[in-house]
């Protein structure tokens, strides 16, 4: 990481200053918004030259002969406008809304001052339907985070219309496209985010599950755009307390016995902003710490040296008896940002997120936690931990009232690894000896213990990191009053390292054997260096109330790695047959046109409609594994191999969707929106089967799998009456295609099954999703809100009986309903000058055991099986099948006199 980091700064000027060339002839994926309107007098008639001017910034506009303005670049926040004019009588409009990428409208009409001298001061209402959005955006601002029963971004994506346990609008995982302040934070290895970003951090987040415009790239399914809070000119501080607990009946559904275990969960932030003491500079600090035990433990009974003998019934333990969580975190998160203003026009920003993160937590009971195992040996298990850091520098030109630009560079550096011990050379892997468990079986007739591992340490090792240096730069301008242009181009190259760092294995005897990096059998941590570009080009039309967004994006990648010229002797191994060779991987192109419309039907209300392609590679994980063909030279005439090898060679998939949808605000409180979508999605990538000259088969990621999604959403947005707010969104959809992951055609071959292509649906489809959030408050006083979650089951594939042949058609089954409960309270008071506030939140209010997790395959229940098999004995007996139970949590905030 070091030299990485050397490496970076060194090239770091005269990559700004290569940008800066580009950019002033060439912003981002939004962070800034836009206001505009009109300024008419009392008589209806424009008013040219009356200034507008955004309070407590540099940022203002003066209006034209038609009395037409328009302001750029505005970071996402609540303002004060004010429009003053010689001889008028200033006119000011309180909590005006700025929202990234979307335009704030505001009209004004200026008295003559002969009247009265006094100001006219005004509060904005932001509209309950942005009639001039063109596809389906949810904005949820720090007001609106804090008022959620949320702990971090990944919570508040999961609570909008169309996404399922982070599928967006049924598009398989990884097909979504992270930022944080205009830039990509996705790891190219898997397409997730390579930091976690806390809520305390977050100005606002814009969740886009419809179309997207072209200045986003590299997702089929939708956008998560993230803009962190600034330091400002004024020194401010806040922090957060918080503990908490799992509080539930012991017994019932899951075999688990209570115990009262305080402060399980603790939570510290601070964050301090303001000025530096240097000219127009300012800064922000914030630093989490955050520790959890999950609501599992297991017991130190055995330790991973103990050695039993399974046939004489000897079972020796020395462990110490003590309770152990089996599912941990211990997290450092953190937020450092510096801005510079002291150049006319210019703000230079650098920022730098990062993560430390050790151990995991024990999952959602969506599958069983394979940690249960080592319940009794809970020193032998696999420890992971994650490095993640994002930083880099901000160049942004004003360079007219009408035109700006960004230049951007950052490192993404991700490093994750799992293992026992940190020495791969650890004396304790040859004490200990591989993980064993005594299950039901022929030699031994008991059961011991449902099968838990009673000795040895878990003798896998993985390691993945990935550093990544991005170059982006784009220019926004307004160039008439009706049309608003965004150029842009971005460059990515990684370097991403993957594999297994050391097999421990015992060829031989008693003696354990330790290889390092021995393909094709034993290979080690490999490294790839994929490279990607793109460039845009987008026009945004606001013509009256009618609203065009049109644009196009140009991709570029190149995984620049080899594959075998002939795939019917992929290990050149075969007597007699065409001589293969490796070749290098060729580049992608891609080219994809968006479009959106949004049309008045009325003041109140509008229709839209949009269309665009969506290209993505698939995740370079499967492309790059199993990517070691010399293995298949042991191939015999007629024997098949399963292990689906990699294809760095493949060509982006691509979704083509369509949305038409209808909004209205039916009162001033009360705005409802129904749109209606479909995706048809080809190339995705899947599992080709491949005959070689010798008639032996084997398997081979290509792009041929495919799907499609069908689907509405209805949502309502009732604004604050009386105490009273809320919010509800209900999604329709049939998510469907041939297969659910790239490898599932070859597990169906292995099993003995139907592997050929048909239509069933994705193991994610979930016909009907609703989410209902109800605040009661009192401003400065009390909040009190709740999120409800009711989520219809998804598929699985039944079974009649246990072993090969059993299984029924693929996900032809369905799965119990769900319904969730969060709660928040909070109360304010001021103390000092301070604003204090003690609050609680309550996660799984009525201890829900189930939400659409694992069930057994002959019943449909996570509750009870029909067979009688050793494995389903001992799944009985696992409580991670089943949904975290309820966890209450109380904290204290504080913030500093504004």
């Known amino acids: 990481m070091n030299a990485d980091l050397r490496r970076f700064c060194r090239t770091l000027p005269a990559l700004l200053a290569a940008l800066a060339v580009i950019g002033s002839g060439t912003s981002f994926g939004g962070t800034t ?16 030259n009356a200034a507008v001017v955004i309070v407590g910034t540099t940022l203002g506009a003066v209006t034209d002969l038609d009395g037409y303005y328009a302001v750029l670049n505005i970071p996402p926040g609540t303002y004060t406008v004010q429009v003053r004019m010689v001889g008028r009588r200033a006119y000011s409009v309180k909590g005006v809304e700025i929202t990234v990428n979307n335009t704030t409208k505001l009209d004004a009409v200026l008295e003559d001052e002969s009247i009265t001298t006094e100001a006219i001061v005004v509060t904005a209402q932001r509209p309950v339907v942005d009639v001039g959005l063109t596809s389906t955006v949810a904005t949820v601002t720090d007001k609106d985070i804090k008022a959620l029963p949320v702990q971090e971004l990944a919570d508040i994506v999961n609570l909008q219309a169309g996404v399922v346990g982070g599928h967006f609008r049924g598009g398989r995982a990884g097909e979504v496209q992270y930022q944080v302040n205009g830039v990509s934070v996705n790891n190219v290895f898997d397409n997730t985010s390579t930091v976690k970003i806390d809520r305390s951090l977050i100005q606002e987040v814009q969740v886009i599950t419809g179309t997207f415009d072209a200045e986003y790239g590299q997702a089929m399914s939708g956008v998560v755009n993230t803009v962190l809070k600034t330091g400002g000119e004024t020194f401010t501080a806040s922090g957060e307390a918080m503990g908490g607990s799992f509080v539930y009946s012991g017994g019932g559904v899951r075999p688990l016995s209570y115990k009262f275990r305080p402060a399980t969960t603790k939570n510290f932030q601070a964050s301090f902003s303001g000025p530096t003491g240097l000219p127009d500079t300012y800064f922000i600090l914030s630093g989490q710490r955050y520790a959890f035990d999950d609501y599992l433990y297991g017991t130190r009974l055995f330790l991973p040296t103990d050695t039993s003998i399974a046939r ?71 420890i992971p931990h994650t490095r993640s850091i994002v930083h880099g520098l901000d160049w942004t030109h004003t360079v007219s009232p009408s035109t700006f630009y960004t230049v951007s560079a950052r490192q993404n550096y991700f490093d994750y690894y799992e293992w026992a011990y940190d020495d791969f050379y650890d004396p304790r892997y040859d004490a200990a000896r591989n993980p064993q468990s005594f299950p039901f079986n022929f030699s031994y007739p008991y059961n011991y213990l449902n099968g838990a591992v009673v000795q040895g340490v878990d003798f896998s090792r993985y390691e993945q990191k990935t550093n990544t240096f991005l170059l982006k730069a784009s220019v926004t301008s307004q160039v008439s009053r009706d049309h608003q242009l965004k150029f842009g181009v971005e460059l990515q190259d990684s370097r991403m390292e993957f594999g297994t760092a050391g097999t421990l294995v ?25 490279i990607f570009g793109a460039a845009y ?25 080899y594959y075998p010229s002939d795939l019917a002797n992929p290990a050149d191994s075969i007597k007699g047959a065409p001589t293969s060779y490796p070749v290098r991987t060729t580049p992608k192109y891609s080219v994809a046109p968006r479009f959106g419309l949004s049309y008045p039907v009325s003041v109140r209300s509008s229709i839209y409609f949009s269309y665009g392609h969506f290209y993505q590679l698939p995740n370079l994980q499967d492309m790059f594994s199993n990517n ?69 088969q084997y398997s081979r990621l290509d792009n041929i799998d495919f799907g499609n999604v069908t689907g509405f959403t209805l949502a ?7 105490i009273v707010s809320s919010t509800l969104d209900y999604t329709w959809q049939l998510a469907q295609g041939n297969s659910s992951n790239p490898q599932e055609s070859a597990n169906l071959a292995q099993a003995n099954q139907d592997s050929r292509p048909r239509t069933v649906p994705f193991d994610w489809d979930q016909r009907h999703t609703l989410n209902l959030t109800v605040q009661v408050s009192e401003p400065e006083s009390y909040s009190v809100s709740t999120v409800i979650r009711y989520a219809s089951g998804q598929p699985y594939t039944p079974s009649i009986a246990s072993g090969y042949g059993s299984l029924i058609e693929t996900n032809s089954g369905r799965k119990p309903d769900g319904v969730l409960v969060d709660l928040r309270f909070e109360k304010y008071f001021v103390v000092a000058g301070w604003n204090l506030s003690l609050f609680a939140r309550v996660f799984n209010l009525f201890d829900a055991s189930y939400f659409n997790g694992f069930v057994f395959q002959s019943t449909g229940s996570p509750s009870y099986s029909i067979t009688h098999s050793t494995g389903d004995q001992n799944t009985l007996m696992d409580p991670t099948r089943f949904y975290p139970p309820r966890r209450v949590e109380v904290g204290i905030s504080m913030n500093s006199p504004q």
């Open 33 to 48: 918004g836009k206001l505009s309107g009109r300024v008419l007098d009392d008589k209806k008639e424009p008013l040219p």
């Open 312 to 382: 004489t019934i000897d079972f020796r333990h020395s462990g110490d008896g003590k309770e152990v969580p089996l599912g941990s975190l211990r997290q450092w998160n953190g937020l450092a940002q510096i801005t510079n203003k002291s150049i006319p026009s210019v703000a230079i920003t650098y920022s730098a997120t990062f993560n430390i993160i050790d151990g995991r937590l024990i999952g959602n009971g969506s599958s069983l936690d394979p940690y249960f195992q080592w319940r009794l040996n809970p020193d032998g298990r696999k």
């Open 506 to 530: 015992y060829l031989s005897g008693l003696n354990l054997t330790r290889i390092v990096n021995q393909p094709p059998g034993y290979p080690g941590v490999q490294t790839y260096y994929p």
């Open 537 to 561: 080009a987008h026009d945004m039309i606001e013509w009256n109330d009618l609203t065009i967004r049109a644009g196009v994006r140009f991709e570029y990648f190149n995984g620049r790695s």
């Open 628 to 696: 070691f063909y010399e293995r298949l030279g042991l191939l015999q005439g007629g024997t098949p191999d399963f292990t689906v090898m990699g294809n760095p060679n493949v060509k982006p998939q691509r979704t083509v969707q369509y949305e038409f949808g209808y909004k209205n605000a039916v009162t001033d409180w009360l705005g409802v929106s129904v749109n209606l979508f479909y995706k048809d999605i080809r190339d995705l990538l899947g599992t080709r089967f491949i005959l070689t000259y010798s008639s032996s």
């Open 716 to 722: 309502l947005d009732q604004r604050r009456v009386g």
